[in-house]
């Protein structure tokens, strides 16, 4: 099955992370998750009843990898984050879709912004911000390196450079 990117109405990148799913070769049976997650059962429950979760757990004896996805980023976010219930839902209705099969390692929560955002967005930028820094790093170590004369001459060919810019502009 393709992956089929969902976007929200601002278009956030991140959206990228929520996929229309090709169902596991192996679902994921209650037992095997009561290992890491002892109530599973019973928190599943829950967010069904309180409609957070897209499917009823008591009808499933096995979670595909859609529907494993989405209650593993619901525990986590809803019983162990520590937010308050109100502020779990203004989260998730901030810039997600249901049903919610993101990936807590993908996303990180900009409380300044009040959105999710892609872990993905951020490490390009700081790589982006990072080269910038080097590339202005590297011209500073350059330009210290150099005498007045080896400045002067520097200084020339810019000049030149930029008079070349103009006259294209004139």
Do not use: R
């Amino acid at each position: 099955m393709e992956n089929n990117i969902s976007t929200t109405e601002d278009n956030d990148d991140f959206i990228k992370q929520h996929f229309s799913y090709q169902l596991s070769l192996f679902p994921t049976t209650w037992e095997t998750l009561e290992v890491h997650y002892p109530n599973i059962k019973f928190q599943a429950n829950l967010l069904y009843q309180e409609k957070f979760l897209s499917y009823d757990p008591s009808l499933i004896n096995e979670l595909e990898e859609n529907q494993h996805t989405e209650l593993i980023f619901l525990i986590i976010l809803v019983f162990q984050s520590g937010l308050e219930k109100q502020y779990v839902i203004s989260m998730l209705n901030s810039n997600l879709q249901k049903p919610y099969c993101y990936y807590l390692n993908a996303l990180s929560w900009d409380f300044e912004k009040g959105k999710w955002i892609s872990i993905l967005d951020i490490i390009e930028e700081k790589y982006e911000d990072f080269l910038l820094y080097k590339y202005d790093s590297d011209l500073d170590t350059i330009i210290n390196s150099m005498d007045e004369y080896e400045l002067n001459e520097l200084k020339e060919k810019v000049d030149e450079a930029l008079d070349k810019i103009y006259e294209k502009d004139i």
